[in-house]
């Protein structure tokens, strides 16, 4: 890209960030607004930073690398940046953080619109536990209502927005026309992001969450007890001193800068965690200089607690200033409790309980990772099925030395076929073999606190052909994503190694909504390879025990889960069965999610001379395709796998138009379906009545669909699988 192309530099520190790095590459990379670059400054990182870094930008040419030969620190990795940046505007983001999808483009208007020295926008907490909290002073970027852009004497409260580099954009001319730099050790953003707005003639504020920050993260220096802490005095010492080269031009914003720092000052040593107990003394007393050294004449005392805190740190009174700090700190707490004291309690609560298992977790990873334990799971521990299950079958005979572990729940071991080694969910064997497996392998994420470890292989089998938006996707049908944690997506979605694909459809969606560095593996689904190597005998045998008499038409009902209404407008079995008559049975088949799926398990209930089968706790729905004639479902991507049969489906969907608009969907199914579409009750039952399910109409869309969707299924999935992942076969 042209310098003069290039709206926004965003200049990219890097250092010990590996497990977080591709996210946020991703989250930028990501976005649909292209005219920015990514200047990255790997500042000597002792970890795969660095070849992640290289990865990036030799298929990207949006970002430039920059590999430092000693470590000089966050503040000089970012000054390092800032020399190659050629856009209008620099955005320093932190390499452990996101960018919020479309908050490029959303800065870019506003950019161009008020063309700003400096510009404000919002951000969010990410909390450990996988929440997200709002920033605690984002009302100050709305309340009043800001003009297009300002100088700082008619809006002085953007003083209290956090003086961090990552929450602005700043036009680079001016700033390097300042002659400020970021400062060497911690707090090393205060000698650029207080000077800046004392010296801007617009600043901008955009009210929309651009970043997320992750809050507390694991070896965060900022919450590290370190006599690094200290640093924070030279900062300040820097904005003072920028304030006198200023002269009378900023002579107005003393007062409210002091108060900044001795606050800052005050926040440091009452948080727990950093000035080490020892050092506190020395800190206060540093306090106190500063306090005597850069108090204008004519400040006054705020108002409250702080004021009081003021008068001590004047005065030099470290003794009643530390008997004050219980009460600081409750204050700090409460003023810091978003989430109110009924949810810490509960989140201390969910931590206490899950210390001692993750505890062990932790003292088992420290053991040498298990070059011949594979452990598999299924749709969160409930069950033996799926991918998963077919792939696990096929290790036991083409990779026999490899030994497999299935963690289930207590509720599913009953269901386990004899033989099949397993550990309970939860139980101190289970977090042994997660620890220690070198393959781990699912159709869902495990667990965030199943890390990624150095040397283990993880295998994302995933459950079905996407018809419906998966992934990131769902951040744009708010129904469909509730609960969904797309920060926590972004970080399982990094782990993967192995990431399966049935078709390429599949393989053109699954890169998008799951960002990663895995190898797409084209093997067709491993669950599917029954469905080729199955015959007449078997199928016979399965039919004859779910109680389908020779000669019986069996259908097989299957819809899909819709979080806007569980499991949507269904079709009265009754009548549906009466329509079809006696030479059919009618099998039932709920969603996994839907909490009616379970109720009656296999009972089977006469209708008239026809019968209806609920099986939706049947545990294997293979069995349960191949024993059907036709399948009817609505948006279940059961359809895809059922295709593999080349049989009769039909699609039932009545409402189409709704399921599309509140969970969105991939491609129109009503366009491309794989055979008769009824859209009501009626239309069902006359699919059925008129031979339109079996139509040579029915059968040209069914052989489009398949050639479209069953392109690489062809009954030898599963081994493809083995040979690629555990015997290193390309």
């Not at 045998?541 to 569980?566: D, K, N, S």
């Not at 009769?648 to 199914?669: C, H, K, N, Q, S």
Request: net charge neutral; hydrophobic share 40%.
């Amino acid at each position: 890209m042209e310098p003069s192309q290039v709206l926004i530099s965003l200049v990219l520190p890097v250092y010990g960030v590996e497990e977080y790095l591709r996210p946020c590459l991703d989250s930028m990379l990501g976005q649909s607004f292209s005219s920015f670059e990514v200047i990255a400054v790997d500042d000597a990182s002792p970890d795969g930073c660095g070849a992640i870094l290289d990865e990036y930008a030799g298929r990207d040419t949006r970002i430039r690398v920059v590999h430092l030969e000693r470590n000089g620190g966050l503040g000089e990795a970012r000054n390092a940046g800032l020399e190659l940046a050629r856009g209008e505007y620099v955005w320093f983001v932190d390499s452990d953080d996101l960018i919020a999808d479309e908050s490029l483009a959303a800065i870019a208007e506003r950019l161009t619109a008020t063309r700003p020295d400096v510009l404000f926008f919002d951000y969010a907490r990410l909390l450990p536990e996988g929440g997200v909290e709002p920033a605690p002073r984002a009302h100050l970027l709305r309340d009043p209502p800001p003009p297009e852009a300002f100088e700082l004497r008619s809006r002085p409260s953007v003083l209290e927005l956090m003086m961090t580099a990552w929450n602005k954009a700043i036009r680079r001319d001016f700033l390097t026309g300042l002659g400020v730099r970021f400062g060497q050790g911690l707090y090393e953003d205060l000698p650029v992001t207080y000077p800046i707005l004392v010296a801007a003639g617009r600043i901008s504020l955009l009210d929309r969450v651009c970043y997320l920050y992750r809050e507390r993260r694991t070896g965060a220096i900022t919450t590290t007890v370190s006599d690094r802490h200290f640093d924070v005095f030279g900062q300040y010492e820097k904005v003072f001193a920028f304030l006198d080269d200023r002269g009378a031009a900023a002579e107005e914003f003393r007062a409210q800068l002091f108060d900044r720092a001795i606050w800052h000052y005050t926040t440091i040593i009452d948080e727990p965690g950093r000035v080490p107990a020892a050092r506190q003394r020395e800190f206060f007393r540093r306090m106190a200089e500063h306090f005597a050294r850069f108090r204008p004449a004519d400040h006054t005392y705020p108002p409250g607690a702080r004021g009081v805190k003021f008068r001590l740190v004047e005065r030099g009174d470290y003794r009643l200033f530390a008997a004050l700090r219980p009460v600081n700190r409750l204050r700090l707490k409460a003023r810091r409790g978003v989430r109110g004291a009924v949810g810490a309690a509960r989140t201390a609560t969910r931590r206490a309980r899950a210390l001692p298992a993750l505890l062990c977790y932790e003292a088992y990873k420290r053991l040498p990772v298990d070059d011949r334990l594979a452990v598999y799971a299924a749709y969160w521990y409930r069950s033996y099925s799926c991918n998963p299950r077919a792939i696990y079958e096929a290790a036991r005979e083409l990779a026999p030395d490899i030994h497999g572990v299935w963690v289930v729940r207590k509720d599913a071991v009953a269901s386990l076929p004899a033989g099949v080694d397993h550990a309970v969910e939860g139980s101190l064997r289970s977090l042994r073999v997660l620890a220690r497996a070198k393959y781990l392998v699912n159709n869902v994420n495990f667990p965030h606190t199943v890390s990624k470890r150095r040397g283990s292989v993880h295998v994302q089998t995933l459950h079905g052909t996407p018809l419906k938006a998966m992934g990131l996707d769902q951040q744009h049908y708010p129904v469909g994503a509730q609960g969904m944690n797309f920060t926590r997506l972004r970080e399982h979605s990094a782990r993967w190694d192995f990431l399966l694909s049935a078709n390429p459809h599949s393989s053109e969606v699954w890169p998008r909504v799951y960002p990663g560095s895995y190898e797409l593996l084209e093997t067709g689904y491993p669950r599917n390879d029954r469905y080729f190597r199955t015959g007449p005998q078997e199928i016979a045998a399965i039919r004859a025990g779910l109680g389908i008499e020779p000669g019986q038409t069996a259908v097989l009902y299957a819809p899909t889960f819709r979080e806007y209404g569980g499991a949507g407008p269904l079709p009265d079995p009754s009548r549906l069965a009466a329509a079809l008559g006696p030479d059919h049975v009618l099998m039932l088949r709920s969603h996994y999610y839907d909490a009616e799926g379970a109720r009656t398990g296999a009972e089977r209930r006469a209708e008239g001379a026809a019968r209806v089968v609920d099986l939706s706790s049947y545990p294997v729905v293979e069995d349960l395709c191949l024993a059907a004639d036709v399948l009817v479902t609505d948006y279940s991507s059961i359809m895809f796998d059922y295709a593999c049969l080349d049989r009769p489906i039909v699609v039932y969907a009545p409402d189409w138009e709704t399921y599309r608009a509140t969970r969105g969907v991939t491609f129109d199914l009503m366009a491309e379906p794989p055979g008769a579409v009824a859209e009501s009750e009626e239309q069902l039952i006359e699919v059925f009545r008129s031979g339109a399910v079996a139509s040579g109409a029915a059968g040209e869309l069914r052989a489009a669909f398949r050639r479209r969707f069953c392109t690489f299924d062809d009954g030898h999935a599963a081994e493809r699988v083995v040979r690629r992942v555990f015997l290193g076969e390309k």
